[in-house]
């Protein structure tokens, strides 16, 4: 079998970074699955990409702008409507330090 | 404060504050005083399906900002996300620019020249990235005290200009003339208006010989950088001096406490997992765009100090500080407008205005002083009116309040004591409370000065000065007479 791409201890950093935590068995599951997604992609690997210049975009489209003017906002009502958590009109967050 | 060994390098965040709208949605970007969460929509919020499209004139401002620090800019260049989860973006991540993994800044390679006791220093420029300002976040009492954490995106979204410079600083004090300099530099543009709380903020890294390098976050002024720099050089300098190793950390700058804390470190450089932001498409910047934006820009500080040298006749001292603030230029100019008198309205501003303002914490645009006034007062004098002294003492009010100058000496009866019978009346009363000084004066100009001093202290600077000196004189003279004459009529010995 191949060598992992993606590590148990990857996976646990990534959680870490995104602030969600994992049981065992999440772990294991999703560093099945993580490796599985990337075996996908290793069939791009044997592309042969040399003098082609990345991709950056998929549309041909370059300097698509708008014009400095307001448009209407929304109402603070419909703003904090899915926020779980709110104090006189602020969200409420946990103190990230 | 001059420490040897000091390396520092800047990271500046900088809001195009003369745009109407924020970087990527047509919100408004007044947010300063509005209430929380009111200038947000579903680009701003990240809610699924929300499209950005760039603000043009957003884009103009930047490249124009770039070519005034001498940058390269960049021809070909995109967007990218900058991921991290922290609640101040509600999309948990940033839009912003790379410099790496085929990222292409806005522009890069720029400089600025600073002077420092007519010592002149190129401070490299190493990018600018054009990205959004994050939401603002309020906590009670100090960050790592605080329970919880309010969040108000009212700033999410607004266009940010991101200047980082070289380790080329070796001073707090060369790091304040950048960012002075920045200042007036993008005033001039017209794109930034530093007066505005919190519309140029930065960080700092910062080592000393022998030391680990340091971040600084959460600098929030440019009035601050010293005073943060100040601070971390005198607690690593401490820590070498008793031994212990410098730790490469990042810290807060606590203005209210005015000392760096630690902070928990965030995400390392390569966990931001920068990817290209596939909702914006790349800019390609002709020649033509950059020709037509370096053909509007505006004339920028150093041409107008030689101008001010030139057509006003004015040392270059005079014009370097005028022109080290665009306010300050522009009310100089006002002035000379209505009074062609440039290097006299030059000595009252870079005297006693600045000192003014800077005793009562006040930028010139936030006092009432307006032009006109200065100018009421400078003639006040000229007329013979009020003394330099009085105009002295009520430049304060005129700043403070905006009344005019007239109108205070008249109010309050501070015009110029020109009448030679009252005069002659205090300087009698001053020589005979003054004997000795009087003996003195008669050989001595020192102690005339004396006399002139107890007079303009007991008509609270009133007295015409010139006239004072000359009645002094005159008085002086009548008792050198006197005396002469009654010594001759004493029978020698
Ligand atoms: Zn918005």
């Known amino acids: 079998m191949k060598k992992p791409r993606i590590s148990r201890r990857e996976v646990e950093h990534i959680a870490w970074l995104a602030h969600i935590e994992l049981t065992e068995e999440e772990k294991t599951l999703f560093t099945e699955q993580l490796n599985e997604i990337l075996e996908y992609f290793r069939k791009i690997d044997s592309a042969d990409t040399e003098g082609v210049s990345p991709t950056y975009h998929v549309l041909d489209l370059v300097n698509v702008y708008r014009e400095d003017e307001v448009q209407e906002s929304l109402t603070r009502e419909e703003a904090l409507s899915n926020a779980p958590k709110k104090e006189r009109g602020f969200l409420k967050a946990p103190r990230i330090v | ?87 101040d973006m509600p999309k948990n991540f940033q839009i912003s620019q790379y410099d790496r993994a085929g990222g292409v800044p806005l522009a890069v390679n720029g400089y600025l020249t600073i002077e420092d006791q007519n010592r002149v220093k190129k401070i490299r420029i190493s990018r600018i990235h054009l990205e959004e300002d994050p939401g603002r976040l309020v906590h009670l009492g100090p960050i790592d005290q605080s329970p919880y954490t309010l969040v108000d995106y009212n700033r999410a979204g607004i266009a940010l200009l991101e200047v980082v410079t070289e380790p080329d600083f070796n001073s707090p004090k060369e790091a304040r003339l950048f960012l002075q300099k920045l200042r007036s530099i993008l005033e001039h543009l017209g794109v930034f208006d530093g007066s505005l709380e919190g519309a140029m903020r930065c960080d700092a890294n ?105 057509s006003y006749g004015l040392p270059r001292y005079d014009a370097e500080v005028l022109v080290s603030s665009k306010d300050l230029a522009d009310f100089f100019e006002e002035c000379v407008k209505i009074y062609n008198k440039p290097k006299k309205i030059s000595n009252w501003m870079m005297s006693d205005l600045l000192r003014c303002l800077y005793e009562n914490n006040l930028e010139l645009k936030e006092s009432k002083i307006t032009p006109q006034s200065l100018v009421e007062m400078i003639q006040l004098i000229e007329e013979g009116t009020i003394s330099v002294k009085i105009a002295k003492k009520i430049l304060p009010t005129m700043i403070l309040t905006g009344r005019s100058p007239r109108e205070i000496v008249e109010s309050e009866g501070l015009t110029k004591i020109t009448s030679r019978k009252l005069l002659s009346e205090l300087i009698a009363t001053v020589f005979r409370e003054n004997p000795k000084a009087v003996r003195d004066a008669l050989t001595n100009e020192k102690a005339v000065h004396f006399l002139v001093g107890q007079l303009m202290k007991k008509t609270k600077g009133k007295a015409d000065p010139a006239l004072a000196n000359e009645m002094i004189k005159e008085m002086l003279e009548a008792v050198r007479r006197k005396e002469g004459s009654s010594k001759a009529s004493t029978p020698s010995q």
């Open chain 2, 1 to 87: 404060m001059s420490v040897q060994g000091v390396i520092i390098g800047l990271e500046v965040h900088v809001q195009l504050t003369s745009l109407k709208t924020k970087l990527f949605c047509g919100c408004s970007s007044d947010y300063r005083g509005k209430e929380p969460n009111t200038l947000v929509c579903p680009v701003c919020l990240g809610l699924p399906g929300a499209l950005p499209v760039l603000n043009r004139k957003a884009l103009e401002y930047a490249v124009m900002a770039a070519l005034a620090l001498n940058c390269k800019v960049s021809k070909r260049m995109f967007f990218f996300r900058k991921n991290y989860f922290y609640p």
């Open chain 2, 206 to 310: 910062i080592s000393l010989e022998g030391g680990t390098r340091v971040e600084i976050k959460n600098i929030t002024s440019f009035k601050e950088v010293e005073r943060a720099l100040n601070f971390e050089i005198l607690r690593q300098r401490d820590l070498l001096e008793k031994g212990i190793s410098v730790k490469r950390e990042t810290r807060h700058w606590d203005e209210a406490r005015r000392i760096t804390v630690s902070l928990r470190t965030k995400e390392e450089e390569q966990d931001y997992r920068y990817f290209p932001e596939p909702d914006l498409v790349p800019i390609v910047l002709s020649e033509e765009f950059i020709k037509d934006v370096k053909r509007r820009m505006p004339e920028l500080p150093e041409a107008r100090m030689r101008r001010f040298m030139l």
